[in-house]
């Protein structure tokens, strides 16, 4: 459903002394962790808040109602924002993708126990099941690359994510401990929270997003438009000293030390071995199957961070499909100023920096 509502687009507060930017527990939200404590925020003459929020929906509205001035944001939350998609209508802008791919379908040992070692196999139980028992399974946002992963693989096993099961939302820490109580059936979310779940032995993983759809934009810089146009060299500095950071992170000799970083309890608060798994070339979907998946999860590579047309496509493609999107050429017009390699470019083919 479209929102007809308008935020005023105020501009923030000329009287900042701080970017305040926010970020969900995430492996992805490595880049930012990395920045600020390796000193690349600093050397860009910017002063940052990171602020941990819960979720996406908390994500969302602090940024539309400038209560943060970016985002760690899954891939189609500007989008939402920009077209009014159950969301007050504010025009929001991405010059730069943070990390590709990244996410895992998982199920429950349970269900393992049952026989299900295949979508086939699901399948045949959902069949057996749903008139008594829908089997509930989550993901972290309604319009989110996680909702497209487990349509799209429900859908090739011909099990209707609609009718045949029941999808629920959850935040994305709460997917392991609701796993393991038995409140949901599976789940499809990010790092680390596939990894933890099989490695505490109470799911695993069928399918991942590089089987599934090979280097999608997955997580994005999310600022309001009119910040970027307000703030440009606020807005490049951000960008290229995430740009330097997403480049350690794809540095071997830093995996350890990023771990660490990222294992504080006010972080992502997982152990130090587990993080630095999930930042690893390998990928253990359960009970012995261990692939080398290189761009599994991938911050940096070449231009990797650079927003393109087919990622402009991969969204609103899957967005008509699954969030209700009904782009006439008006919305279109409006969905493809969304992502901003001008943005990128400018940053980055000018080393951006604040002006002392």
Known sequence: MESRTRVSLRSVSQRRTATRIGYVGLVDAAPFLVAQE????????????????????????????????????????PFVASLGLETPTVPCVSGMVLSRGGNAIVLSGELRQRGVKSKETLKLDVDNRKAFRKYKLATVYNCSPHNFHLREW?????????????LVTLPPAQMCRNLAAGTIDGFCAGEPWASRAISDNIGWSPVNSQDLSPGHPEKV????????????????????????????????????????????KK???????????CLSPKFDYGFGRVSHQP??????????????PSDTDWV?????????LKADAAKLEVARQVFRPDLYDAAVGGVGSLSS
């Open 38 to 77: 390796y000193g690349i925020f600093e050397s860009k003459g910017l002063n940052v808040i990171l602020s941990r929020e819960v979720g996406w929906a908390t994500i969302r509205e602090k940024v539309l109602f400038g209560e943060l001035e970016a985002a760690h944001a899954l891939s189609t939350l």
């Open 154 to 166: 429900l859908e090739s096993a011909d099990i209707n994510p609609d009718a045949d099961v029941e």
């Open 221 to 264: 810089l999310m600022v309001r438009q009119d910040f970027a146009e307000n703030n440009q060299e606020e807005s490049s500095a951000m960008i290229a000293a995430l740009v330097e950071a997403c480049a350690v992170c794809e540095d071997v000799s830093q995996r350890e030390k990023i771990a660490e970083i990222l294992s504080d």
């Open 267 to 277: 972080k992502i608060n997982c152990s130090p071995e587990l993080l630095e798994h």
């Open 295 to 308: 761009t599994f999860l991938q911050f940096f590579s070449g231009e990797s961070n650079r927003p393109k």
């Open 316 to 324: 609103l493609q899957r967005m008509e499909a699954s969030c209700g």
